[in-house]
């Protein structure tokens, strides 16, 4: 019997190989997915609820009243997108262009630098298919997939075996973790685990530089440079290499520039790519489809057909200068993420929050409108951390409208 199987939407790898068993559209057991894909999956319930000022109210009324909170304010921001389905972000993108909107959404103080990097080619790039067949170094830069993205290296990155890796790990890979501190991850990786200081990074990357041409490599924290050239000539060695980056690596540098500086050295020496360690199911499928649209991958701002974009259009600027009218919130919560003096403004203006979870911005939000969950109740598509398209189907029947759904409902209402 062909066995169904589904994707799980529950972090940036889209996990396409899991099995489900529901009944009476309750799921009862879900299997191959991590503790956080089988979380994310069970999440499901029942009936949708609609509130406006905290009442309970039908659909028609939030529609309603969350058309009419855009169309009046002169600067509405929408953010969020990055658990939303290709076809929700581009309707989110419409909806920005008809309602003069400012447009964001996480990457623009997390990874979105990088994936623009990936985007316009300025780093040399692979598949995680490409990672489980060929890969023998593999390097977790300020990254810990153990707790972020829990399948990763058994079925990626480190421990499968693959078309050209017979044997699987420590045999055919060496695992190296660069980190602050000696996460699960680094653990793993044993003897190949560097620990740095924090942001330090830039400091590390180019003494790795100095190592992988000769030259004996100094820190002003005086790092073993012993350990630093045995990291180099590993790194000499690989025949198909990768680093994957995290925040650890991105918050630590003030640019990208020490990062194309190494991938270029080592691509002299060796074969490398990079991945960024892609925290939400679809957060690079935001950056592509607004790259498409507009050139930018996000903190953009639409006005009289003309797009602009700049820091002042991230969410945290928009909110810390109080330029934004209005908030439209998709599938986040910004009242916990960010900053308590930069998300207090939300408290100032009228927020729609579309989530399927409750949240502290849903609980603090004009219009609260309960969607299904992409890849539970409702399908679509979306891109995989490292650029791959994948399209999924619901996990179970609902009547929950999903947030493409609910976004067409209210431009009509506009």
């Keep these: 019997m062909e066995k169904n199987y589904y994707v799980c939407t529950g972090c940036g790898l889209l996990c396409d190989d899991i099995e489900v068993e529901s009944e009476k559209n309750i799921v009862n ?61 581009k309707l989110a993108i419409e909806l920005a262009r008809k309602t003069s909107a400012t447009l964001d959404d996480t990457s623009s103080f997390c990874l979105g630098p990088l994936v623009e990097a990936l985007i316009q080619d300025k780093v040399k790039t692979c598949t995680l298919d490409d990672i489980r067949n060929k890969a023998d170094v593999i390097i977790f830069w300020g990254a810990d997939p153990s707790d972020s993205h829990p399948r990763h290296l058994s079925k990626y990155s480190y421990f499968p075996r693959g078309s050209e890796k017979q044997r699987g790990w420590e045999e055919e890979r060496t695992a190296i973790a660069i980190d602050i501190r000696k996460s ?13 200081p924090p942001e330090e990074d830039t400091e590390f990357i180019d003494a790795l530089i100095a190592a992988l041409s000769g030259k004996l490599p100094k820190t002003s924290y005086n790092y073993p ?46 074969n490398f790519h990079l991945i960024p360690m892609v925290g939400h199911y679809n957060m690079r499928g935001f950056n592509e489809n607004l790259f498409a649209e507009t050139g930018y991958v996000n903190s953009v701002k639409f006005e009289n057909g003309t797009v602009k974009h700049g820091p002042e259009y991230s969410v945290v600027e928009s ?60 399908g679509g598509s979306a891109t995989r951390m490292d650029g791959t398209k994948v399209n999924f189907k619901p996990v179970i029947e609902t009547a929950h409208l999903s947030d493409e759904a609910i976004l067409k409902k209210i431009m009509e209402a506009l």
């Design 319 to 378: 909110l810390k200068a109080k330029t934004v009218d209005a908030a439209l919130i998709i599938g986040s919560d910004p009242l916990s993420s960010l900053p308590r003096s930069v998300s207090k403004n939300l408290l100032e203006i009228p927020v729609i929050s579309m989530d399927p979870c409750e949240t502290l911005t849903s609980k603090h939000a004009k219009v609260y409108i309960n969607t299904a969950i992409s890849g539970v109740e409702s």
């Design 225 to 270: 440079p012993k350990k630093i050239l045995e990291l180099a000539n590993i790194l000499k060695g690989a025949k198909f290499g990768v680093i994957f980056a995290g925040l650890g690596l991105i918050y630590s540098l003030e640019n990208l520039e020490p990062v194309f500086r190494l991938m270029k050295a080592l691509n002299e020496k060796a």
């Design 29 to 89: 057991k879900v299997y191959t997915a991590c503790r956080v894909g089988v979380a994310h999956i069970k999440e499901a319930k029942g009936e949708a609820n609609f509130r406006v000022d905290n009442k309970p109210v039908d659909e028609a009324t939030a529609i309603r009243e969350a058309a009419s909170i855009l169309k009046n304010a002169k600067n509405p921001l929408i953010f969020g997108l990055g658990t939303s389905t290709d076809e929700t972000q």
């Design 184 to 196: 699960h991850t680094a653990k793993i990786c044993g003897n190949y685990f560097f620990q740095i």
